[in-house]
């Protein structure tokens, strides 16, 4: 079991441009949560994904959306990027099951974004 | 206010000391989390708990959910367990976790 896999690793793009994250939730895992967390700060939720499509989202710009594919892969876009968007990008899957969530979150390791 | 609050934030210790790691939420919560994360970012879950008290080695997590407050403790710390401990709530609906900003711990030996 791989587990939790992101990519890319590291990731320097400028300001203005578009990048677009990717994370593989853990085998038998159905919901992707995404999270930032800036340099000395804990994360931030942003958006979880399931069934293909966006449940919850915290209070981020509709700069940043997502997508999740069939097989419950997730992607996480940034638009017309800000220097404010440097950070770790985690990913977390679990298992909701129907109606009844499993709550332990298993994290990728991370995606480091800088923004010049 | 923050949802999620930790204390303290910077903690060096001797080895060998008995530490202690607090967390006091506001919300209503589902589950509460104990996460520690090493330089480079990955994030391994210690404890998930949603009562009472947990052990795993020398680590242990206690809730009181009446007085929403959890505590993680260490016992006989080691220099390797340096790193940055967070609290984390599962909210009621949806299981967005809320995150606490960290304790950065050092074990000097």
């Known amino acids: 079991d791989a587990g939790v896999t992101q990519s890319p690793t590291h990731l320097i793009k400028t300001r203005g441009q578009q990048v677009t994250l990717r994370c593989s939730p853990k085998?038998?895992?159905?919901?992707v949560s995404w999270y930032q967390q800036a340099l000395g700060q804990g994360p931030q939720f942003i958006f979880q994904?399931?069934?293909?499509?966006?449940?919850q989202r915290g209070n981020f710009p509709d700069r940043f959306s997502g997508h999740q594919f069939p097989n419950y892969s997730s992607e996480l876009n940034v638009n017309a990027l800000l220097l404010g968007d440097s950070a770790l990008y985690l990913c977390?899957?679990?298992?909701?099951?129907?109606?009844?969530?499993?709550?332990?979150?298993?994290f990728g390791p991370g995606t480091r974004l800088t923004v010049t | 206010k923050n949802e999620v609050e930790q204390s303290p934030q910077n903690l060096t210790a001797q080895e060998g000391e008995f530490i202690t790691i607090n967390c006091s939420y506001s919300?209503?919560?589902?589950?509460l989390h104990w996460l520690q994360q090493h330089p480079g970012g990955g994030i391994v879950s210690l404890f998930m708990?949603?009562?009472g008290k947990k052990k795993h080695g020398r680590l242990i997590a206690t809730i009181n959910i009446q007085e929403k407050h959890s505590s993680l403790h260490i016992t006989a710390s080691h220099p390797r367990d340096s790193a940055v401990y967070i609290c984390?709530?599962?909210?009621?609906?949806?299981?967005?976790?809320?995150f606490g900003a960290g304790t950065i711990l050092r074990v000097k030996s």
């Open positions: 977390a899957s679990s298992s909701r099951r129907g109606t009844a969530f499993s709550y332990e979150q298993y």
């Open positions: 708990l949603s009562s």
């Open positions: 994904y399931y069934e293909e499509e966006e449940r």
């Open positions: 984390a709530v599962s909210t009621l609906y949806g299981n967005k976790l809320v």
């Open positions: 919300v209503g919560i589902s589950a």
């Open positions: 085998s038998g895992h159905d919901t």
